[in-house]
């Protein structure tokens, strides 16, 4: 691996950073960069750019339980301000829907 390049993986956990416009310029290029040149993470940051996007535009509202999606977009919902707690419990919420139904 050429020193300074960034692998996938490491792509993978920096995609969302890039996406809050977290990342300093030299990291926003070097991922930039890798996403240019690499069809899985182009695809990968497609993705995310549009969970991020409905995410946003549906932010505030709120599904009935049972909802099928309505546990993950609160999962996301919740990562994407921050609240590790409020996701651990949707998610926990989203696993006991699965299992009790
Ligand atoms: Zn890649």
Redesign the pocket.
Known sequence: MESGAL??DQ?DELLSDLIEGDLPDAARAGIEA??AA?A??AAAYRSLKRTVRFVRAHAGERFKPGTPGGQYFEFVARLMQDDAEGAQRALLEGIAGITDA
Do not use: D
Request: charged fraction near 10%.
């Open positions: 692998t996938c792509i890798h996403v690499c899985r993470c």
